[in-house]
């Protein structure tokens, strides 16, 4: 997915849980506008850093964006 691996429901185990196909599918999507809002708290928050933030994790910020964009 654009934020990373997620598991398939086929990967977990399930038993013993209440959960139907629908339900375990909602629980492993991944919804990009709502990441699209955590990025840009992310980016605001790194403001707040400032220069002692490392370059690599505005970097990986970046790139988050734009796998979100796809």
Sequence with gaps: TAIGHVPTPESLDLDGLDLDASTT???LSVD?????GEVDLISKHYDAIGERLPPAMR???ADLEKRLAD
């Design 25 to 27: 599918h909602e629980l």
């Design 32 to 36: 990009k506008d709502a990441w699209r």
């Design 59 to 61: 970097d990986e910020l």
